[in-house]
Structures are given as C-alpha cells and as structure tokens.
T-cell receptor
Framework: GAGVSQSPSNKVTEKGKDVELRCDPI?????LYWYRQSLGQGLEFLIY????????KSGLPSDRFSAERTGGSVSTLTIQRTQQEDSAVYLC?????????????FGPGTRLLVL | DAKTTQPPSMDCAEGRAANLPCNHS???????VYWYRQIHSQGPQYIIH???NNETNEMASLIITEDRKSSTLILPHATLRDTAVYYC?????????????FGKGTKLSVIP
C-alpha cells in the first residue's frame, strides 16, 4: 500500500517568504507527526495530531510555525517569514492510532532551503 | 540525554551479516528498543522493535541481552542498499512518549 507522501520534495525560498509543506499520511492512520532534521543533527519533534484531539504543539520552535490537519487526513505545515535557520528537512510520519508504542512510518521529507 | 550509545561507524562486506550494537544501560522496564535506519536523502525507515525477547522480521533480527542493557541488530546478508545510518532508540509505553528522538546513530557502509 502507499506510504506517507510529502510535497514538495524540495523547496528553495527567500528569507521572509512564507512556505507551506504538505503531508499525506498512510490511509487509515489517525495519528500524524511533524519533525525536522537539520544537517548533521538529530530528529526534532514539532507537532502531533491525534484524531479530533487538540494537537500537541509543544515542539514548534516559534510562532512563525503552524500546522493544521484537515478532515483528519492531510496536514499542512506553514512557516511564515522564513529565516535561514529554518533550512532543514521537514519529515512527516503517521501511525495507526497514536500513543507511546505505535510504530511511526515516515515520509521522504521536504528539503527546505532558505536563502 | 543520550539513552543509547552506538558506535559512530561500521563497515560490512556485501553478503555478510552486519551486527550493529547498541548500549542502553539505563533502560526502564517499560521501555522498548526500536531500530530505524535512514538511507541518504530519505526519511527514516522503521526496522524492528522489541521489549525483552529476540525478534525477527523480513528485514532483520533483534537480539536483546537478558539484562536488557544492550542489544544487537543483525542484517543477515547485507547488501549495498543497506548502507545507511542506523538509529537505536528506547521508547516508553506511556502517553506522551510518541516524540521520537534519534541520536547520532551508526553509519553502516556495506562494501562490495
């Protein structure tokens, strides 16, 4: 079956512009996660959606970052007024129901470069 | 807070078994051992996980020591496509433990 898909695969933008990154989770998965991975760095949690519950936004680095999930499926991560330090690979993952022991399946990521 | 320790790099000859060690001496009773890998320019890929028994799936085997303080991921017949960074992590089973954290992992190079 289809895995997690993300678009665009690569995005180059100018400092100060807004960007939108999209994630399509595995069909039927109710939990969705956003992470980012900077060059040579580990994985940084950003936000977690589970069903109709309020999302866990504790990992969002600033108020320039926001995310929504429409209809319990597709999610969009928006970065406003991008900065050079936002350059990273943004990864989306999904799992069946969410929670501690669920296996998370990752998409290929969106490589964001802010010039 | 590094809960796992892995060697930074390893080489393995193509066709041979790759044995990747991981130390997790402070693991708690409700924490599982998970392995992911990340091939260059791709997203992390789930490999296998276990609590205390050895596990095997189509990708790999996971051997966990009896005291659970270390484990070994075994790729039985490594191929060039197995070249990747392999991450060993421990995860609790409680609510709020969904935030995955990867350390630096082991960069496995499979050599022809």
């Amino acid at each position: 079956g289809a895995g997690v898909s993300q678009s665009p695969s690569n995005k180059v933008t100018e400092k100060g512009k807004d960007v939108e990154l999209r994630c399509d989770p595995i069909s039927g998965h109710t939990a969705l996660y956003w992470y980012r991975q900077s060059l040579g760095q580990g994985l940084e949690f950003l936000i977690y959606f589970q069903g109709n519950s309020a999302p866990d936004k504790s990992g969002l680095p600033s108020d320039r970052f926001s995310a929504e999930r429409t209809g319990g499926s597709v999610s969009t991560l928006t970065i406003q007024r991008t900065q050079q330090e936002d350059s990273a690979v943004y990864l989306c993952a999904s799992s069946q129901q969410g929670g501690g022991q669920e296996t998370q399946y990752f998409g290929p990521g969106t490589r964001l470069l802010v010039l | 807070d590094a809960k796992t320790t892995q060697p930074p790099s390893m080489d393995c000859a193509e066709g041979r078994a790759a044995n990747l060690p991981c130390n997790h001496s402070t693991i708690s009773g409700n924490e599982y051992v998970y392995w992911y890998r990340q091939i260059h320019s791709q997203g992390p890929q789930y490999i296998i996980h276990g609590l205390k028994n050895n596990e095997t799936n189509e990708m790999a085997s996971l051997i966990i020591t009896e005291d659970r303080k270390s484990s070994t991921l075994i790729l039985p017949h490594a191929t060039l496509r197995d070249t990747a960074v392999y991450y060993c992590i421990v995860r609790a089973s409680g609510a709020g433990s969904y935030q995955l954290t990867f350390g630096k992992g082991t960069k496995l190079s499979v050599i022809p």
